[in-house]
C-alpha cells in the first residue's frame, strides 16, 4: 500500500441521469495511487455507469472529475492515454490470432514494433500462452481469454486500470487465478480500479466502496467496515448495508455467498 | 465470407439479368374471330408467325374469351368482328377490337403497341394490293426509318448488366460496413477501441477501407462476367469507370457508417439498410427510367447516390462517355460523398 495516499481519481459530486432516472447520484470519492480499489454493489446498482463515465465511454451529467490528472470533459483522450480497460463482455477481436491482438492494441496506444514484440514475448511467456501465439482467441478456453484480455488491457502500461466484473460468468479457481493476476499489476505500481458482485472478492481489496441505488452507502477498507458492522466477512456487510433481512439472503444464489480459498 | 464474395456477384448477374426483363416474348393472344374471311385469317397468320405472340386460343365467343382474361391465362384478346372484310371491301372504315389486360400498365402499353404495329404493317400491305392496280406507285407518304444508338439491337442484358453491377457494389459497400461496425458494438469491441486514444478518422480509415477495397474488386469480377457471359460493351474508359466507382464508394460507405451510429444491434441496422435500399434500388432507374418518374419523385432522387453511378455505369460502359460528359454526376456525387461522410463521422462518438 501507498502511504503517500496521492490521489489518482477524484471524484466530486457526480450525477449520471438517463430521463429521470438518476443512475449515480451525488458520488464522490477518491482512489490513491497504487491501490486496489473495489467498487461494489448489486445488479443495477450504478456500477457499470459510474466505470463508464471515469473511463471516458459515457458522458456524466454532471460533476467533478479527475482521472490520472486529466478532466473528463476536456482531456478525455488524455485520459484514455493512461488508462486501462477491460470490460465485462470479452473484448479482444475473436477472428484474429493472439499476437494480432496485442499487435492492434500496442499499436493503437503507439507503442513501436519492438516494444510490441518485446511485451508480447513476455506477456505470452507470463501466461503460458507462447504455444498459443498464432491461434485464434476464438479457439481459446474463456478462462484463458480473459487472462490474455486482462494482460492486453495493462500492455501500455497505464497508470490505472479499470476492470468491470472482470470475473463474470468463470469458476471459482479461475477467478482465483485472476486476482493472482491483479496483485501481480498492483505489484508493478498500476492502481486497480475494479466492480464486483462477488462479495469475497472485496476481501481482495485495499479499500471498497459500496453502492446502494446509485448512492455511495459506504466507503472503506474491508477491515473497518466488517469492525464497523460488527459482522464477520464482506458479504454480510453488504448485506446489513443494502438492508437485506436473513431470510432474504438464505434463499438467494449460492453464488453470491461467500467462498473460503485458503 | 471469400466465397460470398465471389457467389454473390455471379448469382445476381445470373439470375436478375435474365429474369427483370421487360422485353415481352410470350404474349398469350385470344383470337375471335367471328369474320372467318381472308383478310381476318391474313392478321391471324401474321401474329401466329410473330415469336411474340402465343396464340392458344380460338373461339367465336368473346364471353369465353373475357373470361380467360380475367383468369389472368392470356394477356390480349383479338376481336374481328362479323363482317370486317366486307365493310373493308366496301370502302368503310372497319374495326378490329383489342382487349389488354393492363394490371401491368408498362407491359399492357408494350403489347398494345407490338400489336398496332404488326396491324399497321399488314393493313399497308392490303392498301397497296386492294388500291387501283393503275397506280403502280406507292401512295404519297413519309416514311420513318430508325436506329436505336447505343444499344442498337435493343439488348435487354446490355442494358441491365451495368445496372445489376451498380445494385451490386452498393449492397457490398453500404451492408457490409454498416453490418461490421454494429456486431463490434454487440461484441464489446466497440467499447474496448472507444477507450483507446485512437483517433476517430484512424478508426473510421482503417474500419472503411476494407470494403471500399472489396466493393471495388467486386465491380471488377462483375465486369468480367458481364463480358464474359453477356458480352457487353465496354465502350467508355474503365479507368474513369473506377474513379467514379472510388468516390460514389465514399458515399455508400459514409452511408454505411452513418446507420451504424444509428442503431446498436445489428436487427436494427439491417431494417435501416433494407428500408434505404429498397428506395434507393427502385427509384434509382435500374428497372424503371427515371424520366418518366413525377418531379416531385425526381426531386427526392438528388438524395438517391445510386441514381448517379446508374446513369454514369450506362453512359460510360455504354455511350463511351468521357470525362466532361458525366462531370455533373460526379460533382454531385463528390459533394454528396463529402456529406454524408462528415455527417457519419460528426455522428460516431467516442464518447456517448
New interface residues.
Given amino acids: 500500500m501507498n502511504e503517500q495516499k496521492e490521489t489518482i481519481i477524484t471524484v466530486k459530486n457526480l450525477v449520471k441521469k438517463f430521463g429521470n432516472f438518476k443512475a449515480n447520484d451525488n458520488l464522490s470519492f477518491e482512489v490513491f495511487k497504487g491501490e486496489i480499489f473495489g467498487f461494489l454493489g448489486a445488479n443495477g446498482a450504478g456500477k457499470t455507469t459510474a466505470i463508464k463515465i471515469l473511463c471516458g465511454l459515457w458522458a456524466p451529467t454532471s460533476g467533478e472529475i479527475n482521472v490520472a490528472g486529466f478532466d473528463i470533459y476536456t482531456q478525455t483522450e488524455q485520459v484514455k492515454k493512461n488508462i486501462g480497460y477491460m470490460s465485462q463482455k470479452f473484448s479482444l477481436y475473436e477472428d484474429i490470432t493472439v499476437f494480432e491482438n496485442i499487435r492492434l492494441f500496442g499499436g493503437i496506444y503507439g507503442l513501436s514494433r519492438r516494444e510490441i514484440a518485446q511485451r508480447a514475448t513476455d506477456l505470452m511467456r507470463r501466461l503460458d500462452l507462447e504455444h498459443s501465439r498464432d491461434k485464434l482467441i476464438s479457439s481459446l478456453p474463456l478462462g484463458w481469454r480473459q487472462k490474455l484480455a486482462f494482460s492486453v488491457a495493462i500492455l501500455h502500461k497505464p497508470k490505472l486500470v479499470f476492470l468491470d466484473e472482470p470475473t463474470g460468468g468463470v469458476d471459482p479457481v479461475t477467478r482465483r487465478k485472476f486476482w493472482d493476476q491483479i496483485y501481480e499489476a498492483a505489484d508493478r505500481g498500476i492502481t486497480v480500479f475494479v466492480t464486483t458482485h462477488y462479495m469475497d472478492e472485496a476481501e481482495y481489496c485495499d479499500r471498497v466502496s459500496i453502492m446502494v441505488d446509485g448512492r455511495i452507502a459506504d466507503l472503506d477498507t474491508p477491515s473497518a467496515l466488517k469492525g464497523k458492522y460488527r459482522v464477520k466477512n464482506m458479504n454480510e456487510v453488504f448485506l446489513k448495508i443494502a438492508r437485506i433481512k436473513p431470510d432474504e439472503y438464505n434463499k438467494l444464489e449460492p453464488i453470491y455467498k461467500v467462498r473460503k480459498f485458503k | 465470407m471469400l466465397p460470398i464474395i465471389f457467389i454473390v456477384p455471379i448469382v445476381q448477374l445470373l439470375i436478375l439479368v435474365h429474369a427483370a426483363t421487360l422485353e415481352m416474348k410470350n404474349i398469350d393472344m385470344y383470337i375471335v374471330d367471328k369474320d372467318l374471311s381472308s383478310t381476318s385469317r391474313g392478321i391471324v397468320q401474321k401474329f401466329e408467325s410473330s415469336p411474340f405472340y402465343h396464340i392458344n386460343h380460338h373461339s367465336f365467343s368473346m364471353q369465353d374469351a373475357e373470361n380467360e382474361l380475367k383468369k389472368g391465362n392470356i394477356d390480349i384478346i383479338l376481336h374481328i368482328p362479323y363482317g370486317f372484310e366486307s365493310e373493308l371491301i366496301k370502302g368503310n372504315d372497319s374495326g378490329l377490337q383489342l382487349l389488354i389486360d393492363a394490371i401491368n400498365g408498362t407491359a399492357a402499353g408494350l403489347i398494345q403497341s407490338y400489336t398496332q404495329a404488326v396491324l399497321a404493317d399488314y393493313n399497308r400491305n392490303i392498301m397497296l394490293k386492294w388500291t387501283s392496280p393503275v397506280i403502280k406507285e406507292k401512295p404519297l407518304s413519309i416514311e420513318i426509318t430508325h436506329s436505336f444508338w447505343y444499344n442498337p439491337e435493343l439488348n435487354y442484358q446490355t442494358y441491365m448488366v451495368p445496372g445489376i453491377l451498380v445494385l451490386l457494389v452498393t449492397l457490398i459497400g453500404m451492408i457490409l460496413t454498416s453490418l461490421n461496425l454494429v456486431r463490434e458494438k454487440e461484441?464489446?469491441?466497440a467499447?474496448?477501441?472507444?477507450?483507446?486514444?485512437?483517433r476517430k478518422y484512424h478508426f473510421i480509415t482503417g474500419k472503411l477501407f476494407p470494403f471500399w477495397i472489396i466493393a471495388l474488386f467486386e465491380l471488377a469480377f462483375g465486369l468480367l462476367i458481364g463480358k464474359l457471359i453477356f458480352d457487353i460493351p465496354i465502350v467508355g474508359n474503365l479507368g474513369l469507370l473506377f474513379l467514379f466507382a472510388a468516390v460514389y464508394l465514399f458515399a455508400i460507405l459514409g452511408a454505411g457508417l452513418f446507420f451504424s451510429t444509428l442503431a446498436s444491434t445489428q436487427q436494427q441496422v439491417m431494417f435501416i439498410n433494407f428500408f434505404f435500399m429498397l428506395l434507393f434500388i427502385l427509384m434509382s432507374g435500374l428497372f424503371t427510367p427515371v424520366e418518366t418518374m413525377p418531379d416531385w419523385a425526381r426531386v427526392i432522387n438528388i438524395a438517391n447516390p445510386m441514381a448517379y453511378f446508374m446513369r454514369v455505369n450506362r453512359m460510360i460502359l455504354l455511350k463511351g462517355s468521357g470525362f466532361y460528359d458525366i462531370l455533373p454526376e460526379f460533382v454531385s456525387v463528390s459533394i454528396y460523398a463529402l456529406i454524408i461522410l462528415s455527417l457519419a463521422v460528426w455522428r460516431y462518438r467516442?464518447?456517448?
Fill in positions: 461484441l464489446g469491441t467499447e474496448q477501441i472507444n477507450v483507446t486514444p485512437i467516442k464518447t456517448v
